[in-house]
């Protein structure tokens, strides 16, 4: 930061004759001082100004700068000059610059709720300058002409500057000066760094995921009745999770007797077929039906599953178990603790033979990644 102040000493003229002292003449000046503009910053769209900068090339894409500075108290018509380092010590300098706006807050450092004291129609540009507190340097100079007056400790903004950079750096000290005056030679500076690249690429892997349980690996009819359709106990709760992008499925098939689905004793060699069909006391008969019962945005449980027909009734109402894999519910997205109810229902008739019957019934999850 510099001061700039200038001074005529105080004076005093004496005249002696020979009566002695005639009279004092004083010589009096007024100080003038010139402010330092602080604090000074300036917030840049792309970190260091130069080269490269993660995906993005800043010599094409240009930097914008948002000065800020507490000014002190400047009149409509005055003018704020905003100089930016160039030339090949910085590996060819900026160039084309401009400005959005330039606003007025009270100790923000944002143009929220400012007042606009310029516009981008405001300013003058001039390349290849000198700045006379840094002789050794060119510059770029935007010179603003202010609309409004602005108040003595009043935050100002200067927004957008933006620039084209240059595609090499050939900078020894990294970094490239931006000096601002305004008309009342008030002054500050601020150093702006230069690096090839000033982001860092944040990786990770999220793996895909699938998880499948079963409530239970059993459950019974226990002694089947003519007289009604039977409800084995427990029913089996399916609970399935998985980030799969396009949801998952769930399918079924049975064992039977090898060949053919449905409940099998082997002490008879008799098979209580499966179909898809309302069970009704006294016909012989048997399958599944199903339903969700978790549902979405409750207990943590994300996404849902269409069961899929003809395992949708209710009641007695069945879908026939096959042998081969049949499609029991779905979803296109992905799904987090949902949960599906499988019931097991049969009837018997006075012509099914007495025995031990079972079936295997296995269900697969598959996820679409």
Do not use: R, W
Request: hydrophobic share 30%.
């Amino acid at each position: 930061m510099y001061k700039q102040c200038s001074y005529i000493t105080y004076g005093i003229i004496f005249i002696f004759t020979s009566i002695g002292l005639l009279f004092v003449y004083p010589i009096i000046s007024n100080l003038v001082n010139a402010t330092s503009l602080t604090p000074l910053s300036d917030t840049l769209s792309i970190s260091g100004g130069y080269g490269t900068s993660g995906p993005e090339t800043i010599n094409t894409l240009g930097v914008s700068h948002s000065i800020t500075y507490t000014s002190p108290s400047l009149s409509s018509g005055d003018t704020i000059t905003v100089y930016i380092q160039t030339g090949s010590t910085i590996g060819g300098g900026e160039c084309n610059c401009g400005f959005s706006s330039v606003a007025v807050t009270s100790g923000a450092k944002t143009t929220e709720n400012g007042t606009t004291i310029a516009t981008n129609t405001n300013y003058t540009v001039a390349t290849n300058v000198t700045d006379s507190n840094y002789p050794n340097y060119t510059f770029t100079s935007i010179t603003i002409t202010t609309t409004g007056a602005i108040p003595s400790g009043a935050s100002v903004i200067i927004s957008g500057i933006t620039a084209t950079n240059p595609p090499t750096v050939t900078s020894s000290t990294n970094q490239y000066l931006i000096d601002i005056t305004d008309t009342n030679g008030d002054d500050g500076s601020l150093a702006i760094p230069i690096i090839t690249n000033g982001s860092v690429t944040v990786t990770g892997v999220v793996p895909p995921t699938i998880t499948f349980n079963l409530s239970s690996n059993s459950t019974s009819f226990g002694v089947m009745q003519i007289g009604t359709v039977n409800t084995s106990t427990p029913s089996t709760t399916l609970t399935l999770s998985t980030n799969a992008k396009s949801g998952a499925e769930i399918s079924v098939y049975d064992q039977g007797n090898g060949t053919t689905s449905g409940m099998y004793s082997s002490l008879d060699n008799h098979t209580i077929p499966s179909s898809s069909t309302t069970l009704t006391a006294g016909t012989e008969g048997y399958g599944i039906n199903a339903s969700v019962t978790s549902t979405n945005g409750t207990g943590g449980v994300v996404g849902s599953l269409t069961i899929q027909n003809p395992y949708n009734g209710t009641g007695n109402s069945v879908g026939a178990l096959s042998t081969t894999s049949q499609e029991l519910a779905s979803t296109s997205s992905p799904l987090y603790i949902v949960t599906t109810q499988v019931n097991y229902l049969a009837s018997i008739s006075v012509t099914t033979p007495s025995g031990v019957y079972q079936d295997q019934v296995t269900y697969i999850a598959t996820g679409n990644f």
